[in-house]
């Protein structure tokens, strides 16, 4: 027992330390390109992790989280196109003009400082987020019913921003790539590295934070609300707060980490309020394993990075692809990859193949003449 | 009058398409509790098969009858439909049941795949292909019973499958020589024609009713009443039904689920066709048809509540007319002198997509007070 332990521990040790051999060595080796996609895929990694805390942990099933991200991505975004529009008329962004606006709207003048941007990045998606969670959670509704709602209001949100010309671009969205940021443009190479690194290091502070909350006795009645949520009522807790705290927790995550994509992207636009996308979030997670947080950073940057090789080389083969990852990890692997690793699932093969002997355990000493090492 | 009548016809017609798309997956949802992501696709297939039919009754020995397409367009489109959800059910969603955030996931999947397909394999080869599942897979019900019996049963289904390849692909020859002659080898978004007296309008007290309209309302009237009497009457309706109530106890009586969920599936599915056909009438027919209705069909099953038709029909109804009183900025021209204040606030809302928005947030806060819908399921359960 203490030996498999042992084993795991050292499993994951050694995935850490190639993780940040990577990264360490990542922008000497790879092209400028290669970096700037590696640094939004590890973006993502951040909203993968918030996606694991709610779904993986608690057991709800969001479809919606392309809100939240895209919300993190415009308020960075108005931020630096107000930064940069000195030269424009009246002070304001270019593309008012397209439409005769001469007044800046009353919700772009707080982004004029950059520490209500700072705050404004994680908290505006965390509130909405929790506003949001809460009229669901405080009705009981779950399951498939709140990832419906969730779906529905991103199909809202996306209308709204989509619709909306005077206020934020409408369709267009919002570039930030021609902006400037410290007198720099943010599109340029050193800017983009300098970028790397924050997300990199954000990512690591995000896994932390996350590892620390599903530690805590918090994370423990997350886990408890996901197995059994009425038992966890019974024994006096009040299933909505958490559900409410964890779902802004996400959301905040969300938030941060679509502003990072969109300073590394260049743009930020309702696009990133599609349906496809969001759910793409939780295969990443799933793939990657639900319930392990390191299984959701794995997910996200491996699966993006797989997506943008896959569909440079075979475009129309991609959508097959991940059609099929969906369905095969969802019949076969629920746990996803990690999960399965982690739950000895490599052994059962070797098993199965005649190469080991079976562990035997507990319940299968139980069950007389059973060979096979259930998980 | 005129105005109420024209915001009435309107919401109905709206309401309508919503309410047949609707209609399967309530079905659905409330035996299994299964959200079928794919419903949107299944609905694709309807609305492809609409149009390949009327390629076929293009051809000169079937012109004569070709005003009634759209009545063999409705059967085809529930026959594939249905086949194609019941194969959808053998191989992916029996084995996910108890799991429905998985269901839903892995049936985001296949309407990835089915949209993929759609766009990457002509219109000729995919019905080629379907005619093939239909042949191979519904022959045994047609074949004598004693030749299933004897003991070359494997011989026999090899010999119908075999036969089944033939005539898909003799299938597909023929339809990609038809596309090509009618100038349309393209499977990206392709045009049903209506045939002609389906065109133009009917005149009642000086409003013009499109007959479109009128024909899509009366399908819905149709299949409804038609699930309602399969559901109420006979033996098969009566078991999804109680399977619906409580599964275990069903099981525990003798009645075989696994058998009810097929069915289920596949009338589900096979409605699902219906809307397709319905769908196609109104627009073009392209890979993305189907997920352009399938979060309407979400609001209403939520709305409605589960598994209740009256919930799913009151609540298409309700969007409909709703999304045209406010899209349309009809209530301005109801009442043209409102407050000022008032009239931007409706303003604002008066394009389809806000009207969406509104529509959303009147649904969340309808939910804070009725948190099951219009007509909740009562139960005993912790679980409600």
Sequence with gaps: MNKI?????????????????????????????????????????????????????????????????????YCSAMYLQ??????????????FGLYGVTKLPFFWEPFKSPIFTLIAIWLIPALISAFLGFLVFRNRIKGVYFSILTQAALLVFFNFFNGQQKLINGTNGLKTDVTQLFGQMVGSDSMQRLFFWLTAIIVIMAWFFSRWIVRERFGNVLI???????????????????????????GALAGISGALYTVQSGIVSPQFMTVPFSIEMVIWVAVGGRGTLLGAILGAVIINYAKSLVSEALPASWMFIQGGLFIFVVTTLPEGFLGWIQSDGPRNIMVRLGLRRPLSTYPSLEADGKEEVKP | MQLILESLFNGAAIGSVLLIAALGLAIVFGLMGVINLAHGELMMIGAYSTYVTQLVFRLPALKFFYSTYVIVALAIAFVVSAVVGI?????????????????????????LILQQFVRS????????????????????????????????????????WIISIFSGLLIANCLSSTISKLGRASARNVDVTAPSWMRGGVEFIGITFPITRIVIIVITIISIIGVTYFLNKSVWGMRIRAVTQNRSMSDCLGISTEKVDVLTFGIGSGLAGIAGVAVSLLGSVGPNVGSNY??????????????????????????????????????????????????????????????????FALIVIFLQFRPTGLFPQKGRMVEG
């Excluded at chain 2, 047609?142 to 494997?154: A, Q, S, T």
Aim: proline share 5%; glycine share 10%.
């Design chain 1, 5 to 73: 332990t042992k084993n795991k521990r050292w499993l994951s040790f050694l995935i850490w330390v190639l993780i940040i051999a990577f990264i360490i060595s990542a922008p000497s080796i790879l092209p400028v390109f290669r970096l700037n996609l590696l640094g939004r895929y590890l973006s993502l990694a951040i909203v993968a992790l918030g996606v694991d805390l709610i779904w993986g942990y608690t057991g709800l099933l969001s479809l919606g989280q392309g809100i939240f991200f895209a919300l993190g991505g």
């Design chain 1, 82 to 95: 107000l930064n940069s529009s000195q030269d424009f008329p009246n002070n304001i962004p270019e593309f």
């Design chain 1, 224 to 250: 408890g609300i996901r197995d059994d949520e009425p038992r966890v009522r019974f024994m006096g807790y009040n299933p909505t707060y958490f559900k409410t705290i964890v779902f802004g927790i996400a």
């Design chain 2, 87 to 111: 194969l959808l059910e053998k191989t992916i969603i029996r084995r996910l049941y108890g799991s429905p955030l998985e269901t839903l996931l892995a049936t985001w999947g296949v309407s």
């Design chain 2, 121 to 160: 394999v002509p219109l000729a080869y995919a019905s080629g292909l379907i005619v093939t599942l239909l042949i191979g897979l519904l022959s045994s019900f047609f074949l004598p019973e004693n030749i299933l019996k004897y003991k070359h049963k494997k011989f026999v289904k090899l010999i119908t």
């Design chain 2, 294 to 359: 399938i979060v309407g069909c979400f609001m209403v099953v939520v709305l409605g509540g589960v598994g209740n038709l009256l919930g799913t029909i009151i609540a298409s109804f309700a969007i409909g007319i709703m999304t045209d009183l406010i899209g349309a900025g009809r209530l301005l021209t109801v009442w043209p002198d409102m407050p000022d204040s008032l009239s931007t606030i409706i303003d604002f809302f008066a394009t389809t997509s806000m009207a969406r928005v509104l529509i």
